[in-house]
């Protein structure tokens, strides 16, 4: 019949009926649950009846179904388990005997069960399907929700017929195993400080999932509250605890009893024990400042910072004399570091003078003791007058190197108007890339560094910028915000070579490894930035002498770090020459290297002086440096001299750039700089000298030279290779007129 059946539907227009039933459920009365979530399930069908046709031949044979059931239980967590009936009705016969649909299947968390009434054809050549059967909710209906590990059964009918089915759900529950790693059930209880922000981690496993429940209890005074309550459907939990009872205070000092349970099984407890302890008094550990002494305001805040054993309120007041001058607000810090600043401004909006301060910390633990007062003295001073910054790349010469490599650097120095090194608030180091000599680029700048409250700052070159031709840096330091007269120096762009040139760059550069250690640099109306025109400054070529080997590696970096001390000592940094002709002038002064070897050795004559072979000077340099390390004279001669140390190139650098003579006794070049800074007569001295009062015989005591210097009889660049004097500085300022004027 179901073939003819299957050969005519297309032909044939079913007749459909609905029937609509009410769906009830009867729950036995449930025993007592003997865990939260873990379940094992049991489906079974009671009874199954159908009064349906599946179609009607010539509306007389009715073709009748052979019923069968499918359950699908559905977790609250998503997942799904399908079970079927082992075998389907007989054709049209009702189900009155039990029949397992799902035996024994193990379910987490709560969970709903869809029965499904299903027609089965697959025994004559048809499907097992729905679709024959006459619509109706019957075909898929749904339990409500059930709770997980609650043990009983329930018994449900489905609706909306025709066909219908009588089924049962079996819970059985499934209890959890409960063992509790830390803290540790047995030995000594962990102990931990709330007040040091402590914590104590409840951790350990389970072995099906299930709700916990967490309760403390005070083994002092038996009180107890619950920490937390929560399912737990993975192996493992792990809840902390802050040491704060319920109410957010910290718990008393003593003994805890921690449970864990299943919150419907009572035999599922563990406990475990901990203890809070306080382990320190209140106390503000490892105070200090920064800076430590003499701090000057005008270059940022000074910052009091200590470490506190227990969170709470704190301030800080600044006290000068026993008088509280300002104070902070209170503000609540957790257990740890903590620190105040001050910018020097009192609260009567006057600033910090010079003297002794008094810093002092005070505050009170969240559980109301209060924290002994702490306090710190340091001296704050007026910066020196002035602001001045410097910069130099690091090493001296990277062009000398094979290659510039990583951690090149440029180094800016802070320094008052005396040359005292003194702190910045803030220092900031610009970079861009350069071209080569006589190949300007378009300036592109970037901040590569900002350092705050030093007066030292390095700033290492991009990577980008390290492999090209040159970098051009420029430099600026500034007080802090706010401060009165607040002062901010901007040195000039500056221009340093990198890597050496390829040789096919020619004509455009010459073959003469002549390298730019620090020269000053122009930006045009195109934004292109270039060296200086060189007619507008005085030019410093260093060479590398005996005792420095820059085809080697090492000695190519010895030989850098000269020129660069040499060229911090013109700067009358470090060393503290003050005042330095060269720093006054630092725009019109270049610092080249050519990196042509020059052999230095001691004049056979009995004089012992620096005699030096296979050298040219750079033509366009005012002066030409020859550094070394023999043990010999130092001596210029027209534009070149020797040094074996900065303080003598200085000093040999005022006889070859400002053409000055020895102003000591008594076998000096004093023709060299006559009338400059040497004078053939008293009379021309007090003639031409910078001050007639002070004119002085160049002597020493025993042995007259014949000549006068106008400076008094004190130290001098010119006698101890030390500070420049009024004559001096009268010769250097002469030199850098011409330059200003294009004619150098």
Known sequence: MKRIRQRLRPFLAAALATVVGVAFAAATPAAPAAASYGSTVTVTVDEMHTTECLDRVWLVVCDPPELFGVAILTQDDGQQQRCEMALPAAPGTDIVTPRTVCAGRSVTGNFRVNFELWEDDSTEGGSREQADLNPGTAKDWATTNLLGGR?????????????????????????????????????????????????????????????????????????????????????????????????????PVGGYTITVA????????????????????????DMTSQPATNWQYRSGPIVVSAVVPAAGTFRMRVLRGGVEVFRTADVRRAAGPVSFSWTGRHADGSWATPGSYVFTLEGAADDGRAF???????????????????????????????????????????????????????????????????RPVT??????????????????????????????????????????????????????????????????????????????????????????PLNQTIDVAYAPGTGYDTSTLDGARQFGNAVDDNAWQLLGIRSRVFPSSIATHWSQVGIWVQNVPVEVTVSPDGDALCRRTGFSPVSFAETNGVLHTVNCRDNASGSVFTADSPT?????????????????????GYWYGEGKNTYRSLSDCQRSGSDASTCNEITDGVSPTGWWRSDGPMSDVMINNSVERADDIRAAEATFARCGRGQC
């Open 262 to 285: 299943d919150p419907v099984d009572g035999g599922s407890a563990r406990t475990t024990q901990a203890r809070v302890i306080q382990r320190v008094a209140l106390a503000f550990a």
């Open 443 to 532: 300036l592109t700048p970037r901040v590569v560094r900002t350092c705050l409250q030093v007066s030292e700052c390095q700033a290492v070159i991009p990577a980008d910028i390290l492999a090209g031709a040159a970098v051009a840096y420029r430099v600026t330091a500034s007080e802090a915000d706010g401060v009165p007269d607040m002062r901010t120096a901007t040195a000039d762009w500056r221009i340093t070579d990198l890597n050496p040139p390829e040789p096919s760059q020619t004509p455009e550069v010459t073959l003469v490894p002549l390298w730019r250690a620090s020269v000053p640099a122009v930006v045009d109306a195109n934004g292109r930035v270039n060296t200086r």
């Open 648 to 668: 003598v190139g200085w000093h040999e650098l005022h006889h070859s750039a400002y053409h000055e003579g020895d102003e000591y006794c008594c076998d000096g």
């Open 372 to 438: 002994p007062a702490a306090s710190r003295t340091v001296p704050v001073s007026d910066p020196p007058a002035g602001l001045e910054v410097y910069a130099l790349a690091e090493p001296g010469v990277p062009a000398v190197n094979p290659q510039a490599v990583p951690g090149t650097s440029i180094r800016a120095t802070v320094v008052g108007a005396d040359h005292t090194a003194r702190p910045a608030a803030r220092i900031t180091v610009e970079m861009s890339p350069a071209g080569w000599i006589g």
């Open 151 to 251: 043990a009983g059964t329930s018994r449900w009918s489905t609706s909306g017929g025709p066909s219908r089915a009588v089924f049962t759900v079996t819970v059985a529950a499934r209890p959890t195993s409960i063992t509790i790693s830390s803290p540790a059930p047995t030995g000594t209880p962990r102990e931990f400080d709330p007040r040091l922000g402590e914590r104590l981690t409840i951790s350990g496993s389970l072995s099906v999932p299930s709700a916990l429940r967490f309760t403390i209890t005070s083994q002092a005074s038996g009180a107890s509250f619950v920490r937390a309550e929560a399912p737990f459907y993975g192996g493992a939990f792990n809840v902390d605890w802050d040491g704060r009872w319920s109410d957010g205070s910290y718990a």
